[in-house]
């Protein structure tokens, strides 16, 4: 959930992960493995309308989503996973849905971290979401 709140992994405490996404992310846009820092203010600028506190949602296409996004969904956070969308409540992961095959997704996951995860960063995804409810 940290992924898609706008966060990366630590590179203290989860070094191994903080380096896997550091190398996706920068394969992803096709650039040298960034500091940091500098995945920090390229996160918050994505994840936060400047001058607000407001979060920032992204409109991608449904196909183009992989495992470990959040979307937004009827005002209602989501997980995508495979063909499904998984509720996610501040009590842990509920109903899940069809996802849809066209059309655009609000998205809550930053477009950086949608790349590394489309590049093959894998996120920790909680066991409840995949199972099935």
Not at 49 to 75: I, K
Request: with cysteine.
């Amino acid at each position: 959930v940290s992924l898609a709140a706008g966060h990366r992994p630590c590179a203290e405490c989860r070094r191994a992960d903080y380096l896997a996404y550091r190398d996706a992310w920068a394969a992803a846009l096709g650039v040298a493995p960034p500091s940091a820092g500098q995945l920090n203010r390229q996160l918050h600028r994505e994840r936060i309308v400047r001058g607000t506190h407001r979060r920032r949602l992204h409109p991608l296409a449904w196909s183009e989503l992989p495992d470990g996004t959040f979307v937004m969904l009827d005002a209602t956070p989501m997980l995508v996973l495979g063909s499904e969308l998984v509720e996610w409540t501040s009590t842990g992961y509920r109903r899940r849905y069809s996802r849809p095959a066209h059309g655009t997704a609000e998205v809550i996951t930053p477009p950086s971290s949608v790349a590394a995860l489309r590049a093959g960063y894998q996120v920790q995804i909680d066991a409840t979401a995949r199972a099935p409810h």
